[in-house]
């Protein structure tokens, strides 16, 4: 498999001095004692906003505010035709990040700008800046600014369903102009009666893996609103199974309600094939939002070896209505949510992901030995609002040592896709795919 080109542009580094007065006005709150944040912009993208914290030493700048993830496209519209240097701008505020009458509170310290030459960052890594700069034009603030500007390659593997997961769509890997068929995906039920079982999950039966499985939700199953025993099997062209999503907690209306609650979430275990049974590689738990946002909440562990907790790599919200994008980036210890626009990572990401879900230093015991570092992936989710949903799953190159290794990003890309339906308000209807026969009567 040849990867895409990508590049991943970070500022990082933030810190601001000013000056100590020598008879500071008590009538006048210093910037220095008030919070300060920037606001980074870069043609063609939307500006992220970061905390900047005031500063006496080197060693307390911060590691990273913000990330641009850049395809080969994108770089050609940076450039543009003239192949112009573009630049990256940072204006730096002080006072409170809100805002009143769609004015922003912060009062403006000054701005920064850095000139970008993308040329060749593809395969080279590039540092654009790295130190202090004065801001403003207050000689009496006298204040200053850090940051650091780099590029470097983060290559990664596209690929991209032929259709719904539930209609059990091809998936190709995308390469510039060229698309090439690298794994089919077999949605199925796996409840009883006369539904349809995949050939790979049926072996479970023999093997004792599916009685594992279905322990998982048995005391959650009964009567009422549910959605239970969707699975997604990933097939290699060959037809070897080589990755799987398997509901094993149903998706239940809470009480009174026709929704999924964030204290009863649905769930999914993403599997991989591994000594003839399926082993445990992942666990996705998904519920829906109530109040002004009415999103898909989500939470993605990964499951140690050893049996150990599973260690929480992103928990964030996608919109319901419109989707987002999945997103893994765990470049400064924290896991990217979909309320991103999939293009950027903001600094405030939630889920540490050296934080298990049990109690204790265990996780931070178990952190060293996980190898999934800096961006892991991302997939394009649609929303209710949408007619037809084709995830891209985008996985970087680092992370795919073998067929295996992609396949069960893709299923775990199934698996939130078919999260959105499983979280669709209980009084509205599932597309006929996603219902049992017996529900269809």
């Known amino acids: 498999m040849d990867p895409c080109p990508f590049v991943k542009l970070t500022v990082g580094k933030l810190g601001l001095k000013f000056p100590v007065a020598s008879k500071p006005a008590r009538s006048v709150i210093h910037p220095s004692s008030s919070p300060c944040f920037c606001k980074i912009k870069l043609k063609n993208f939307p500006a992220i906003t970061s905390p900047v914290a005031c500063i006496e030493t080197d060693s307390q700048l911060t590691s990273k505010a913000a990330s641009f993830h850049l395809t080969k496209a994108d770089l050609e519209k940076l450039a543009g035709k003239s192949k112009k240097k573009v630049s990256l701008r940072v204006a730096i505020f002080t006072g409170g990040r809100g805002s009143s009458c769609g004015l922003s509170s912060g009062r403006l310290l000054g701005r920064v700008s850095?000139?970008?030459?993308?040329?060749?960052?593809?395969?080279?890594?590039?540092?654009?800046?790295?130190?202090?700069?004065?801001?403003g034009s207050d000689e009496k603030s006298g204040a200053t600014f850090h940051l650091s500007v780099k590029a470097e390659p983060d290559p990664r593997f596209v690929f991209e369903f032929d259709g719904e997961p539930e209609c059990s769509p091809q998936v190709f890997q995308i390469k510039?102009?060229?698309?090439?068929?690298?794994?089919?995906?077999?949605?199925?039920?796996?409840?009883?009666?006369?539904?349809?079982?995949?050939?790979?999950?049926?072996?479970?039966?023999?093997?004792?893996?599916?009685?594992w499985l279905s322990s998982f939700g048995s005391d959650r199953?009964?009567?009422?609103?549910?959605?239970?025993?969707?699975?997604?099997?990933?097939?290699?062209?060959?037809?070897?199974?080589?990755?799987?999503?398997?509901?094993?907690?149903?998706?239940?209306?809470?009480?009174?309600?026709?929704r999924v609650s964030r204290s009863n979430p649905g769930s999914w275990l993403i599997l991989r094939p591994g000594e003839g049974t399926?082993?445990?590689?992942?666990?996705?738990?998904?519920?829906?939002?109530r109040g002004s946002s009415d999103g898909l909440g989500y939470r993605f562990e990964l499951s140690p070896d050893n049996g150990a907790a599973g260690i929480l790599l992103v928990e964030s919200t996608l919109s319901s209505y419109k989707g987002g994008k999945f997103s893994i980036d765990l470049g400064r210890g924290l896991g990217t949510g979909g309320n991103t626009n999939g293009q950027t990572t903001p600094v405030n990401s939630t889920s540490?992901?050296?934080?298990?879900?049990?109690?204790?230093?265990?996780?931070?015991?178990?952190?060293?030995?996980?190898k999934y570092k800096g961006f892991v992936m991302s997939s394009s989710i649609e929303g209710e609002g949408s007619k037809c949903s084709k995830p891209t799953v985008e996985v970087s190159v680092q992370h795919v040592n073998c067929t295996e290794d992609a396949a069960v990003?893709?299923?775990?890309?199934?698996?939130?896709?078919?999260?959105?339906?499983a979280c669709r308000l209980f009084s509205q209807k599932l597309r006929k795919e996603l219902c049992q026969p017996e529900d269809q009567l």
């Open 114 to 135: 850095v000139q970008l030459d993308l040329s060749g960052t593809e395969s080279k890594a590039c540092v654009f800046y790295n130190g202090w700069i004065g801001i």
């Open 409 to 421: 990003f893709v299923a775990l890309s199934a698996a939130i896709d078919l999260s959105m339906d």
């Open 221 to 258: 199953e009964r009567q009422g609103k549910e959605r239970k025993g969707w699975s997604i099997t990933v097939h290699d062209l060959s037809g070897s199974p080589v990755a799987a999503a398997s509901m094993v907690t149903p998706f239940v209306a809470s009480p009174g309600s026709d």
């Open 278 to 289: 399926w082993k445990p590689w992942g666990r996705l738990e998904a519920w829906r939002e």
């Open 352 to 370: 540490p992901v050296n934080s298990p879900r049990g109690s204790g230093d265990h996780g931070y015991n178990l952190w060293p030995y996980c």
């Open 176 to 211: 510039g102009n060229v698309r090439q068929p690298v794994f089919t995906c077999k949605f199925s039920f796996r409840s009883t009666g006369g539904n349809q079982r995949t050939r790979s999950l049926q072996s479970e039966t023999t093997n004792g893996t599916r009685g």
